[in-house]
């Protein structure tokens, strides 16, 4: 049986992959449980409380499923803030075989894509729910049915194949109960070796150049701390280096953290096909200088296919990659990869496809090497003091302050979906750290 939850905590505590945990600890009396999933879904959404993930993980318990779903259900009840409003619990029990029909997969995969790239309904979950014959149970209004059933289909699809989507993981360290809402204590230096001695097989521990330790939330949650990564064994190599307070328990998850599975390819981008709360890789052309806004953000505007425009913006906490923004210009071939809200790119990363190293120019004078002014409108360029004249602008090649290729926002300020750059194939990637 794979059990999908969703949606139990508040931005006062709690926090939906403990209580995971607490069940995969609790439940293997009743069987085999499998390493559980976390998975972000759609980084848009309004209702969530912070990175929108949902969890989900196998017990292998023929005979005892009621037992397992009672245990899942009292747990469920017993950690979620219920009292606090935005908390929505849905929780999932799905029951797969390993071999699964062309439609299941295609059901299961639609829910999926769709929860971490678009914005679902209670009621496109109920439908799918019934389609698929799982049992479900909820409370209060029971939106964390969406997480749940996109979690449940995230396990089935990745377990029959591993490399159906793209993954890492993420091992989590969590607090004992005495701790939480006091500062947590975790020796800093070990935490600048653990990534040295580990990195880039474990990102996003710190940010090198914001000399910043970035794996350990701020709120009062039972996490202390997480270590993601591509590897696992140098995950737990990097966690055995660290040192901090005494953890209540930890949890190795495999995520779609890191894999930009949010973002819609879009290379004939028009307005049209672009959607609130929906993210995007849109191909465009800067069509004015970039901008440094009230607040120290960063904005300008490229061009779709459609002639139509969007503006892409560099919030101030992006902090160094703005810098890099302010170096674009008019005419640089860019991919803009980020979500739209209010009509506006937030950007995550950028390719510079193209560099626009042509300007135009008043000319210089044959003469004595000086600009030329305007002579009027349609009458060229004449040297004041020399008198010659040119009909047109001359065309440089300049040089350019940056290079093409890949740039990201800086760990302080990704997103958990975001693919950091130092897992690009690609050429010319320029990882931020
Ligand atoms: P945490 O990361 O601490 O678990 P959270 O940020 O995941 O918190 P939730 O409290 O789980 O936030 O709230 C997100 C809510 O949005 C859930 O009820 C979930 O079912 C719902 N949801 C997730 N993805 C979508 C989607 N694509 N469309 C509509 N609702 C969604």
Redesign the pocket.
């Known amino acids: 049986m794979i059990i999908g939850i969703?949606?139990?905590?508040?931005r006062k505590g709690?926090?939906?992959?403990y209580l995971c945990a607490v069940l995969v600890d609790e439940l293997r009396e009743y069987g085999d449980v499998s390493t559980p999933r976390l998975v972000?879904?759609?980084p848009c959404?309004p209702?969530?409380?912070?990175?929108?993930?949902?969890i989900s993980f196998e017990v292998v318990c023929a005979g005892k499923e009621e037992e397992v779903k009672e245990v899942v259900r009292t747990r469920v009840c017993e950690l979620s803030e219920l009292n606090e409003e935005?908390?929505?619990p849905?929780v999932v029990f799905g029951c797969v075989l390993d071999i699964i029909s062309y439609a299941e997969e295609e059901t299961l995969k639609h829910f999926y894509e769709?929860?971490?790239?678009?914005?679902?309904?209670l009621e496109d979950t109920y439908s799918t729910l019934a389609d698929l014959q799982f049992d479900y149970f909820g409370l209060k209004n029971r939106?964390?049915?969406?997480?749940?059933l996109?979690a449940v289909s995230f396990f089935v699809l990745q377990r029959n194949q591993p490399n159906y989507y793209d993954f890492t993981y993420e091992l989590i360290e969590y607090r004992k109960k005495q701790n939480r809402g006091k500062a947590r204590v975790i020796d800093e230096a070990s935490v600048w070796k653990a990534d040295a001695a580990t990195y880039p097989l474990t990102w996003d521990t710190v940010d090198v150049a914001n000399n910043k330790i970035v794996f350990a939330p701020h709120s009062p949650?039972p996490v202390l701390f997480g270590i993601r990564g591509d590897s696992a064994d140098a995950i737990y190599r990097a966690d055995k280096l660290i040192h901090a307070e005494p953890e209540e328990r930890k949890m190795l998850f495999i995520t779609n953290q890191g894999t930009d599975s949010h973002l819609i390819p879009l290379y004939a981008a028009t307005k049209a096909k672009l959607h609130e709360f929906h993210s995007y890789s849109l191909v465009g052309e800067v069509c004015s200088n970039p901008k440094t806004i009230e607040g120290g953000h960063v904005v300008f505007p490229i061009s779709l296919s459609d002639s139509g425009t969007i503006e892409c913006i560099a919030y101030e906490p992006t902090k160094g990659f703005r810098n890099l923004i302010r170096k674009l210009r008019v005419g640089d071939e860019i991919t803009a990869f980020g979500s739209q809200k209010k009509g506006t790119i937030n950007l995550e990363k950028i390719e510079i496809r193209k560099l626009n190293v042509v300007e135009e120019r008043n000319p210089r004078c044959g003469k004595c090497g000086r600009s030329m002014d305007s002579a009027g409108r349609l009458q060229g360029y004449r040297c004041k003091r020399c008198g010659t004249h040119r009909a047109h602008k001359e065309v440089v090649t300049i040089k350019r302050q940056i290079e093409e290729g890949f740039y990201e926002t800086p760990p302080v300020a990704r997103r958990h979906l975001s693919k950091p750059l130092v897992r690009v194939t690609a050429k010319r990637i320029h990882p931020s750290r």
Do not use: P, W, Y
């Open positions: 969703d949606d139990t905590d508040s709690m926090c939906t992959t972000r879904l759609n959404i209702f969530k409380t912070r990175g929108n993930g949902a935005g908390t929505n849905g769709r929860a971490v790239r678009e914005v679902l309904t939106r964390g049915l969406i997480g749940a996109a949650c």
